[in-house]
């Protein structure tokens, strides 16, 4: 079977979407204007309200504050951490995998 150049790059794309759907933690590369940060927060915020108690909220949005303030301040470049900062966001998704309910036996999943 012969596969041309679009096929093979058809290919390629589906296997890159695939591995950043797997690993929730790996960081996305990309630009994101004011607005659709501004949005996307909100649709975070209002989205998930019920799973979230107001210590998560408190929480969540000190982390927010943090970096947001890290990353203006002048001659900080939060792209040169990538690497430390999904290090850290997957420390922190295997110690919340421990505490996830697992459904019990015979339960729907």
């Given at each position: ?66 970096i947001s303030d890290m990353a203006a ?37």
């Amino acid at each position: 079977m012969k596969i041309n150049k679009e096929t093979l790059k058809e290919m390629i794309r589906q296997v890159i979407n695939e591995e950043g759907e797997q690993d929730p933690t790996k960081l996305k590369t990309g630009s994101m204007s004011t607005g659709a940060r501004i949005k996307g927060a909100r649709d975070r915020i209002s989205g998930a309200a019920e799973e979230f108690t107001n210590q998560e909220r408190n929480i969540i949005d000190q982390l927010e504050k943090f970096i947001s303030d890290m990353a203006a301040k002048p001659g900080v470049d939060l792209t040169k951490f990538r690497p430390l900062l999904q290090r850290v966001l997957k420390l922190l998704q295997q110690q919340a995998a421990k505490s996830i309910e697992q459904p019990q036996q015979g339960e729907a999943q």
